[in-house]
């Protein structure tokens, strides 16, 4: 068997052996067998009449069954940074048990399938490129996929934290107008959860745990400073230092949040002027790349073409003498 063949079957038996592998471990999220503690499970919480709770169902998430029926194939999903990644996760609205072993499988499994998806490229190209450059790739494509969920994981944390910003003064203007009207701090949380389901999720689902962890027993202060520590956002923890401060001193809570709101508001104002001025130099990179190169041309080319018309007429009656 010549080389190109022997590469294209070595190819094609690497990609079918990645292709059962995970189709061996994606088979649990598709199981549609019968499982009598699922069913009794869920008729349990049928019966039940409020459907939420402080410990979410875990075992009923696809990524959940995953995990474990890639822990019972014997693969050891534990990491050594796991309270690093916890937190990270956790800023990026991951909060499940599974949620550092899930970040792990996929690290797994894109590690070794998007180096076999460059290889499926090559053999079905047909063009090889050299051993060290084919080297270079497959490293450079498995450095890819193990970076890629952390690539994700931060991109979503970032967008979370900005989303959390942007909404934070509205939600302070409502729990200002709630607390004058005559509303304890921790009947705020759940009033305004409420209020801002539709226009900022986020900040009512975050809302909605503090009054969880309120009712469940858990003190105001330990409650805050939970949400301070999902959020990682310094206006939050600014928000939970007042109001905390505010308890213990004895001061009005309404006349700090009357302050607050009012300088979160002109903080979102000045971010928003910030990103108006910035148009301009983000503007200047396309034009000086785009136009510029057509306006030399246009202011240039009537000044050529009438030089070399003028050089042409010159040798013209240079050689007629």
């Not at 105001?220 to 520590?229: D, V, Y």
Request: contains cysteine; positive net charge.
């Amino acid at each position: 068997m010549s080389g190109p063949l022997l590469v294209n079957a070595l190819v094609m038996v690497m990609v079918f052996a990645a292709v059962v592998l995970v189709v061996l471990a994606l088979a649990p999220m598709f199981d549609r067998g019968l499982n009598i503690e699922a069913r009794l499970s869920g008729v349990q919480q049928a019966s039940t009449p409020t459907g939420s709770s402080l410990v979410a169902n875990d075992a009923s998430s696809r990524w959940a069954r995953l995990v474990n029926a890639a822990e019972q194939r014997g693969l050891s999903l534990t990491d050594s940074k796991a309270d690093i990644l916890q937190q990270k996760l956790m800023l990026a609205g991951f909060e499940q048990k599974y949620a550092v072993r899930a970040l792990v499988l996929a690290r797994a499994i894109l590690t070794l399938l998007v180096p076999m998806l460059v290889l499926a490229f090559f053999a079905i190209g047909g063009s090889w490129p050299a051993p060290s450059t084919l080297y270079m790739v497959i490293i450079g494509s498995a450095v890819l996929g193990l970076y890629l969920p952390t690539i994700y994981i931060s991109s979503r944390a970032s967008n979370r934290r900005e989303e959390i910003l942007n909404g934070f003064p509205d939600t302070l203007d409502l729990m200002l107008v709630c607390v004058e009207a005559g509303l304890g701090i921790d009947a705020s949380f759940s009033r305004v959860g409420l209020e801002i389901t539709q226009s900022h999720p986020l900040l009512a689902d975050l809302f909605a745990t503090v009054s969880l962890e309120l009712r469940a027993g858990r003190s105001r202060e330990q409650a805050l400073r939970s949400l301070s520590r999902r959020t990682a956002v310094p206006e939050i923890s600014a928000f939970v230092t007042l109001i905390v401060q505010s308890d213990k001193l004895g001061a009005s809570i309404a006349t700090a949040l009357k302050i607050y709101a009012s300088e979160m508001r002109e903080a979102r104002r000045m971010r928003a002027e910030e990103r108006a001025h910035r148009i301009p130099v983000l503007l200047s990179v396309p034009l000086v790349c785009c136009l510029l190169p057509v306006m030399v041309a246009v202011l240039m080319l009537p000044a050529s073409i009438q030089m070399k018309n003028s050089m042409a007429e010159t040798k013209a009656n240079s050689v007629g003498k």
